[in-house]
């Protein structure tokens, strides 16, 4: 198992254009996390599933936003409409149960909207 | 809800110098405390843990105490080296965030030769 994989690593879109990230988890862990992290700040929780069930989704989260884990192994992050606030890390992380021992992160998917 | 709160950076020293990075956390019930590491470009790298108070996490040199009494989790490590330039993440998950992770705001640091 090499770890959490994110594709792409960047994506550059125009505004108003829909973009699509990949997360493929630890395979062993049944949760799975999406956070959001901008310049100069710490990552801020978006939505988390546990296997296919997405279980929490932040106030961040807008309806441009949606995020699917079909048969609860890799997840995929839809940001329809992109507008340059969106501009930001994507970062995805995977645990087994609560993660009480820690959470393992990805390398993340920077987006630029221009 | 819960937060973390850190210290302000950046933090400058030079190499073989002594390293403290301030932590504290408001948070309901027993979190676990983190500290993350993020080298330019990269993503996060869990660098030590705490799960119950008084437990002591270390990694690489570096060390930090649950202190469930002032509820601060501060990273030490006694002599930095240029290769640990990097942004610190503090982090607790559980207590009442049903085991989400919650970060503060990074403290980058930057060590010279």
């Known amino acids: 198992d090499t770890g959490v994989s994110q594709n792409p690593r960047h994506k550059i879109t125009k505004r108003g254009q829909n973009v699509t990230f990949r997360c493929d988890p630890i395979s062993e862990h049944n949760r799975l996390y999406w956070y959001r992290q901008t310049l100069g700040q710490g990552p801020e929780f978006l939505t988390y599933?546990?296997?296919?069930?997405?279980?929490?989704k932040s106030r961040l989260l807008s309806d441009r936003f949606s995020a699917e884990r079909p048969k609860g192994s890799f997840s995929t992050l839809e940001i329809q409409r992109t507008e340059q606030g969106d501009s930001a890390m994507y970062l995805c992380a995977s645990s087994l149960d609560r993660g009480r021992d820690g959470y393992t992160f990805g390398s993340g998917t920077r987006l630029t909207v221009v | 809800g819960d937060s973390v709160t850190q210290m302000e950076g950046p933090v400058t020293l030079s190499e073989e110098a002594f390293l403290t990075i301030n932590c504290t956390y408001t948070?309901?019930?027993?979190?676990?405390l983190f500290w993350y590491v993020q080298y330019p470009g990269e993503g996060l790298q869990l660098l030590l843990k705490a799960t119950k108070a008084d437990d002591k996490g270390s990694n690489k040199g570096f060390e930090a105490t649950y202190r469930k009494e002032t509820t601060s989790f501060h990273l030490e490590k006694g002599s930095v080296q240029v290769s640990d330039s990097a942004v610190y993440f503090c982090a607790l998950s559980g207590g009442g965030s049903n085991y989400k992770l919650t970060f503060g705001k990074g403290t980058l640091l930057t060590v010279n030769p």
């Open positions: 948070a309901t019930g027993y979190p676990s």
């Open positions: 599933f546990q296997n296919e069930a997405q279980l929490e």
